[in-house]
Each structure stands twice: as structure tokens, then as C-alpha cells.
RNA sequence: GCGGCGGUCGUCUAGCCUGGACUAGGACGCCGGCCCUCCAAGCCGGAGAUCCCGGGUUCAAAUCCCGGCCGCCGCACCA
């Protein structure tokens, strides 16, 4: 097979195990599925694409902060977020045949026992007690086990508190919520970002970096007043508005249509295709990202999930899929709008307040009647032996509902007695009502790092004259610049180029810009080395810069040379790497 | 997890069916030296593989058998 046969995750794969950019972890012992290895150029990339990510989504925004919480969190977050209920199936395996069964389910059907929400140790005992078997060959089973996606470990070193490997970064910004929103003076909408580690004790892990049981998730979960989001996207959507996506709808999916249409962000919006226009915002910036790591813009779409497609916890989700040469579409980020489903659960399991004061332009007032029981009156209809009872069933109730009730119906029905308005004070005020209290909304986009750096490599990935050449765009690429003596023999000339090239690497590298100096084999050679892992510039000091201190500059993709001054080489790079401009 | 296919220097591969001369061969890459005025040049030398791991059959296993690990494909799973 030649190289140009074989296909490109293959030649991608080899690459970067031979240049250092990933490589399977635990080789030696192995490997072990769903775990790699980033190597010395492999960190480059993708720190690039995390800054890249930074760039877009919270540095250039308002109100968005980056935060860092524990990977290893107490089983409580996990009950509170639904993942422990959502994410354990109690399994048997059978010891002879090896088939596996979903333990309440095969113990309902044998033995029409419920055993929901039983621990593994009680399943096990009832398995042995009523001796059952593989319903298949008739084996024995192993003890019951819960298949979690969630790794687990424990909180100290012995009869320690079981904990979980977070599984994305959402909880940790839930959980803080509160925290954070006094810190930044209680302003909506607030973006809470999230870059790093995340575990999935996946079942099957695959397909090199797209199924990791470890890998980088970037996150935001932005929490927003639904009643203001029209108000406040308009103030931000500029910067977005005209940019087109191509979308696939859950109507249109209905439908049969399976083509996504071009529509821009402001059409999602205007045309009510997504639930909050914090939603359309964010997948406008996300499509601007993911074209800057090299993806075309025809070769990205957003599909939105059916409502069974749904986590618990979504209204509206889309996918953020990008074509690949090996794998077709795949996902690289959802976009998903949470509600408020997550805090009120943290709400509910803790006694932190996660509602937030929303104050009125104007004090509403509110003209209440209010009804107060009348104890000498109630005291002569129901009889002195009874008055206490009624009473005391009368205060448990409030005012106003016995105020309504009363004007509804002519009098207050309780424990039998119909009480007229005389047994009641009737009272009539007016309340100012300054604001009200509520659960902010909460929009999360959420990217997987590792399927970036894939992506990014297809996209980046070509060959000139059989050699492989890695255009990354130019903020990805591993180095800026390359800087090369001609020659690194023991001439003179030759060691003043050395002299030179070097003096030239240190003073870009104290400058800030990503260099490597490379005086190894023919100038053919490292022009060809430094291709292969995207470096963009590649700087060589020849004969003619002994003579008037210029150097050639060989561009990656072209592979065309111009000259200039040794003095311009800072003032050249920082142009053509468009590390002047942001967006 | 189930089924199918596969695993030999860093990479690609020869050998496996038909066990023995395999001390596992080659190419590319890598390392050292010489030589070189710009796109993987040339010459000389060198390192690099307990043939994925474990067990079995045999006088003898890279080669045959069993189990495991890993990879690819399909199915299932994918909050």
C-alpha cells in the first residue's frame, strides 16, 4: 500500500506518534482503551486551541469569568444533579456464558420482585437466596455490580466517603453559583467558563481521540433572566448577528427533510427557531470558533436533538457537528438550554439560595384583602367546645385565601361549618411589591478538546511531493517561526550563519514568539520537518546575510521565499500571523 | 458487551496456510561521521524486533490451539 492509498486517520495517527503529538497511554503494558498520551507538540496544539477557545468565548465577552473546581466531587452533587439516578444500571453477569442483564429488569421478570433502587449487596443476596440463574445456559451469576458511567473512587484513604470523577464541569459552576453572583455584584447574565479534565467510564471506547474515558471539556454555563434575553442579546448580537449557520431543526428532522438550511443568527432568533436567543448567540460564536481552527463553514452544522434525544434536563439542544474525512459528521459541541433544572435541584438538596432578586422599573401595588377569624363570633355559631379546633384550622390558612373564599362563595367552608363574613375582620391594604425573586436560565455551550485537535489536524492535514505538510491556521501551529543557519559546517562562514541564527532564535523567543532552532542535515530536510508539524515560517541565514543582514523567510504553504532586514523579522511575523488581531 | 477481522524494528512490510537452515530479511526513518550555496541529495558506519501478553501442543512455535489485551468494522450503549 502506498501512502497516498492509505487513508488519512491512518497517516494522521502515524504522524503523530512519530513527531510526538499523541499517542495511545499505557503502550508498554499494552494500552489501555480510551486513554491517550499528548506529546511535546501535541501540548502546543492544543493549549492553542483552549486559548483560542478563551479568545472567543470568554475573554473578548462581558461577564463571562473562567473558574477551576475539584475533578473529584462527593456523591451528594451527582444525587443532586440526577447522574446517579440517570447514569446507574445494576448489572449480572453470568459467570459461564458471560451475557450481561440489567439486574432490576431480569429480576422483575423472573421473580416479579421490585428491586429498584436496591443496593448491589441486597441484589447479590437475593440472587443467592432464591437461587437464581442465567436464564440463557443456566450459570451461575458473579455478584451484582452497578454499571455506572461515572468513575467512582472515594474521599479519603480508608472507609472514605464515596466521590465521583466529574463527568463534565457544569456542577462545579451550579454549585457556585451563588458564590460567584455576589462576587460580581449580582449582575445577569453571568457566564461561568470551565476548561480541563473530565472522566466517562465509557462501556466501549473507540475511535482513537473521539471516545475518550478521559479527556479536556470547555464549558460556559451562562445563567440569564428569560424575561430580559431578548433585551439583553440585542445589546451584544452584533458581533454575531450576521453569521450564517448551517441548521437542521427538529421540525425540519420531522419532517424528513435531513439537509440543514443556511440561516443567520438573527433569523434563528427573529424566526423563533430556538427557545432563547441566548442560544442562537452562542452558536454563532461557536461557528466563528471552530472556523478559525480550519474548519470551512460549509463542513460545519448544528442539529438539533429530538425531544427523546434529550438529556433530562434539556428544553432545546443542538449538536455542533463537523464533517471529517475518517468518521463523517461527528460531534465537537452541544448547545444545550438548560432551564433552570440544575439549580432548583441544588436548591432543593442544599440550603443555599440560588434565586435571584429581580427589581421592578416601578413598585407594583397590589390591593390585597385579608381576612382575619373573628374568635367571639366563631365562638357563638360553632359552640365554645369546638371553637378551638376551628381556630386553630383557620390559622393554618392564610389571610387572603380566607379573604377569597369568602367573597367567592359568601363564607368559609371549615370542618363542616360554613362561616359568614361576620365571623371574620375584614381588612383592605395596598402592598408596594419593590421586585421578585427567580431561578435564572441557564444556556451551556460545551466543546470537546480532544475532537477539536482531531478536527483540526484532518482539516490542516496535506501532502506536497509525498511530504506531509500540516497548514494549520496560524494561531494552532505548534512554533510560529523556524530558524535555520543555511549551513552548520566548520567553514567560517558557516559558523558565523550558526552565530547568527541563533542570536536571531533568542531574540524572538525573548520576544514572546514560539521558536525552535534546527542545524541538523540538509536545509531540504528541515524545511521538511518543520512542514510536517504546521510550523507556519521557517527563517534561513545564508551566505547573503553575512553581507547585508538579511534573511530569507520561506512560507509553509506556498513554500516562496521572500528577503528582508534581520531588524523586520518581529514586525513581518506579527502580520502575517495575525497576532495583531482578535476575532 | 456481542459478532467478524487483525497485531513482526519508530513506520511500512517479507515470512505464517504447508512448524525446522529465521542468528526474523528489506525499504524508509533514526543516530554518528564525511561532503554540501535553499526544499526528505550522496557516501561510510551504527543502533533498533524476547515476532502484543500468558498458557498449551511438539524433539522444535513468529508459524498450530486456548485465554487475555489492544486496534478496525458491524450491532448494542452513548445522562
Known sequence: MTSSERDKYDKIMDLSRRRGI????????????????FGPIGVLIKRNIVNQWLKYFVYSRENIVEIETPIINPRVVFKASGHEEHFTDPVLV???????YRADHLIKDLLNIEVEGWSPEEITK????????????GGDFAPAFNALLLFT?????YRGETAYLKPEHAQGMFINF???FK???????????????????????RQGLLRLREFNIMEIEFFFDPEEADREVSRVVSDVEDEKLWVLTADMRLKNIEEPAEF??????????????WLAYWMGIGNKFVKSLGVPPDKIRFIEKLPHERAHYSAQTFDQEVLTEKFGWIEVAGYAYRTSYDIERHAANSNADFEVFKKFEEPIIVKKELAYPNPSEISKLVGSEKTREVLQSLYSRKPEELAREL??????EVQGFKLPANCFYVKREEEKIHGKKFYPHVVEPSFGVERLIYVALEYAYTEREGKIVLKLPPQLAPYHVAVFPLMAGNKPEHVKMVEIAKSIYKRLVARGFRAVYDDDGSIGRRYARADEIGIPFAITVDHQTLEDNTVTIRDRDTTEQIRIEISSIEKYLVEKLGLEQFL
Open 407 to 412: 367573597s367567592e362563595k359568601g363564607y368559609v
Open 183 to 205: 462576587i460580581l455584584r449580582n449582575t445577569l447574565p453571568l457566564g461561568i467558563a470551565q476548561v480541563g479534565r473530565v472522566a466517562r467510564n465509557e462501556i466501549s471506547p
Open 178 to 180: 451563588p458564590h460567584l
Open 264 to 277: 443567520t443568527v438573527r433569523e434563528l432568533i427573529d424566526r423563533k427557531l430556538v427557545k432563547t436567543p
Open 22 to 37: 499523541f499517542w495511545t497511554s499505557f503502550e508498554i503494558y499494552g494500552g489501555v482503551a480510551g486513554f491517550y498520551d
Open 153 to 157: 473512587t472515594q474521599i479519603g484513604p
Open 126 to 137: 437475593l440472587v443467592q437466596e432464591k437461587e437464581l440463574k442465567c436464564p440463557e445456559c
Open 94 to 100: 453470568c459467570n459461564k456464558c458471560g451475557r450481561v
